[in-house]
Structure formats: C-alpha cells, structure tokens
C-alpha cells in the first residue's frame, strides 16, 4: 500500500496569510493527487486533482504542486472560510490512502 | 448536479451487519466514466477508504476490511451498497458515499454521510 504523509498536522494562521502543506507518498505516484478541504460535520469537498488542477468553482488562492512523491497544497491568502481540515489522496492504485489531514486554525 | 445520498440505519449491534444504501441522482450509476466509493471517517479521525465498485460489478476493497466487506450495485435502481459484517465499536463511524469521476480518478461528488454507531 502507498502510504500518504502529510505535515504539519495543524497550523496556526491569520486571515491573509500564506499557507502550505506538503504531502509526500511512500513511492512515486506521478502526478495521481488529489486535494479535499472538509469542514465540520460536512463532507469532504474536491480542491485539486491530478497534483494541480483546480476543481471547477474553487477560488484560484488555492493551487497544488509536485510529481513523484512530494506535493504541496498552497492557499496564497487565507480567507475565513478557508479554516478548515485539508486532505491529500493517492489516486494511482488501490487501495486508495489518504493523508492523516492537516487542520487549519485561526491564530 | 449530481447528487448522492446515504441511508440506513444508524445504530448496529457488535457482531452483527452493518448495511448501507447510496442512491445517486442526476445522473446514471451505468456512466462508463465513474466509479463508486465507500469512504468513512471514525469521530475526530481521518478519512479511510472502504472499497470502489464499477457499475459492471468489479470491486476493489482495502485490504484491512476485505474479509469483512462486499460492495454491490443496483442499476435499475441507481443505488449501490455497502454491507460490513462482524463489526465492532472500532467500525462506529460516518459513512461517506462519493463518485470516482475521470477527474484524475477523485472523489468529486459526496453524500452527507451518515453516522453509524456500533453499540450494544
């Protein structure tokens, strides 16, 4: 199985602020990535597949990056709605893994 | 709009079977581009993949589950379920069903989800 690590596991931020997490795969994946942002209690919602296409109706503050086994998710500047836990997913193989997520709270 | 939607119940006993039911509108569960998913998410924990299963019937389940999980799909009726059996607390989570589109192979449509505790 394809092991998703993501880091930090949470970050402290301020509205405005640039914000990355990174995600690294335990073998290459190309560029099989996909990015969630799941808020509490609602589903998780599509940001970013395929390492860095932005998912239709998705503010372009947000963009992905990397190939092989490092990522990274980037919000240029974070906006109050942006507070929120950020997964990655390997999407190349099954079994399909998610990263363990990375929380977003407000400074 | 594609839209999909959980249901059953949201209390199961330990041992015995928990059974879902995803009903998917707005669009065909026959659509050669997708595939549909299991996804849950234990209280305060990440996200763990359950299984996939195309509309022909070919399943892909995560091999920590595997022995205990069958995925099926309803054409005719534009469902899919997942059924998991011998559960325990361990299993008492939110049940997610989503589509796997072409879209990098995501999950880019989600139901609510649907709180299943394990409890006696």
């Known amino acids: 199985d394809i092991q998703m690590t993501q880091s930090p596991s949470s970050v402290s931020a301020s509205v405005g602020d640039r914000v990355t997490i990174t995600c690294r795969a335990s073998?290459?994946?190309?560029?099989?990535l996909a990015w969630y942002q799941q808020k509490p209690g609602k589903a998780p919602n599509l940001l970013i597949y395929?390492?860095?296409t932005l998912q239709s109706g998705v503010p372009s503050r947000f963009s992905g990056s990397g190939s092989g086994t490092d990522f990274t998710l980037t919000i240029s500047s974070l906006q109050p709605e942006d507070f929120a836990t950020y997964y990655c997913?390997?999407?190349?193989?099954?079994?399909?893994?998610f990263g363990q997520g990375t929380k977003v709270e407000i400074k | 709009q594609l839209q999909l939607q959980e249901s059953g119940p949201g209390l199961v006993k330990p041992s015995e079977t928990l059974s879902l039911t995803c009903s998917v509108s707005?669009?065909?569960?026959?659509?050669?581009?997708?595939?549909w998913g299991w996804i849950r998410q234990p209280p305060g924990r990440g996200l763990e993949w359950i299984g996939t299963?195309?509309?022909?019937?070919?399943?892909y389940f995560n091999p920590s589950l595997k022995s205990r999980v069958t995925i099926s799909v309803d054409t005719s009726k534009n469902q899919f379920s997942l059924t998991l059996t011998s559960v325990t607390a361990a299993d008492t989570a939110v049940y997610y069903c989503?589509?796997?589109?072409?879209?990098?192979?995501?999950?880019?449509?989600w139901g609510q989800g649907t709180l299943v505790t394990v409890s006696s």
């Open positions: 299963i195309y509309y022909s019937g070919s399943t």
């Open positions: 997913q390997q999407t190349i193989n099954f079994p399909r893994t």
């Open positions: 395929a390492a860095s």
């Open positions: 989503a589509r796997q589109g072409g879209a990098g192979r995501s999950f880019d449509y």
């Open positions: 707005g669009g065909s569960i026959g659509s050669s581009s997708s595939y």
């Open positions: 073998q290459g994946i190309s560029t099989w």
